[in-house]
């Protein structure tokens, strides 16, 4: 109302910020309004505008609203490739096309653990990034890394680190599984990072899962979009909103292993 001149309802928080302020920090809570009454109009005299998330990259932010609006742009669906050393070029587009046909508009690309990216690995990567509009960060074991796309750190590989790895022109992100590790995220500076597995999975064997009520608790130590992982599809991105967390992301949901 002070600003838009609008009543909202039915708020969902789904991410939280913090970021350096004069004197100390700022947080920021955002939340999803499913509905508002009245026309927003421009109460502090601001300029407003209806946009597009894939639109909202192509202005100016302040630095505490990048990591969001980058989430925004991207969309709530993260698609996992399984571990693949060598990466195979075809295999690796039609996994692509068929995720992008479900409506998955960011990739994280990974080999197996230990193994580096080279640049004739990345390149028709890139290229099919480019050509369907996507955004792709690849899975690294953590140390110097080279190139403009985003980087993808499993947690171990940021539990050796003391700085962020790359610039903040670079979307940064880390896989966690507990508070502890979503800590060690926060002061790396990631713009977004993975939690679970919120249900058992074959690709974390001998874990029950940390259900909805500690993944919620735990998503909440964040200061960036949260992904959940672990036996989640499409249909569970409410409940996963419900639980604070921005989107999730997925292999098999995604990808026809």
């Known amino acids: 109302m002070e600003e838009l001149g609008i009543e909202v309802g039915d708020l969902v928080r789904f991410c939280r910020q913090a970021g350096p302020a004069p004197g100390g920090r700022i947080s920021i809570s955002f939340y999803a309004a499913r509905s508002f009454s009245g026309i927003p109009w421009p109460r502090d ?19 505490a609203d990048q990591p969001l609006v980058d989430a925004l742009a991207a969309g709530p669906w993260c698609g996992l490739t399984p571990r693949l050393d060598p ?10 096309a068929r995720a992008v046909s479900q409506g998955v508009g960011f990739f994280v690309i990974r080999k197996t653990p230990g193994s580096l990216w080279t640049a004739v690995e990345k390149e028709p990567l890139r290229a099919w990034a480019r050509r369907y509009g996507v955004r792709v960060a690849f899975g690294h074991p953590g140390g110097a890394w080279e190139g403009e796309e ?14 962020r790895p790359v610039p903040h022109r670079i979307r940064l992100g880390v896989s966690c599984h507990d508070p502890r590790e979503i800590g060690q995220a926060n002061r790396l500076g990631a713009d977004y990072l993975f939690l679970g597995p919120l249900r058992p999975t074959p690709s974390h064997p001998g ?27 499409p249909d569970d991105l409410v409940a996963v909103r419900r639980a604070g967390g921005f989107g999730l992301a997925a292999i098999r949901a995604f990808w026809d292993e």
């Open 150 to 163: 985003g980087l993808h750190l499993t947690a171990e590989s940021a539990r050796c680190l003391h700085s």
């Open 87 to 96: 990466p195979d070029p075809d295999r690796i587009a039609a996994g692509f």
């Open 45 to 63: 005299r601001q300029t407003l505008a209806w946009c597009r998330p894939c639109e909202l990259t192509a202005r100016s932010w302040l630095p």
């Open 207 to 233: 874990s029950p899962g940390l259900g909805w009520e500690r993944w919620s608790e735990s998503a909440g130590h964040a200061l960036c979009p949260v992904y959940a992982i672990g036996g989640l599809g």
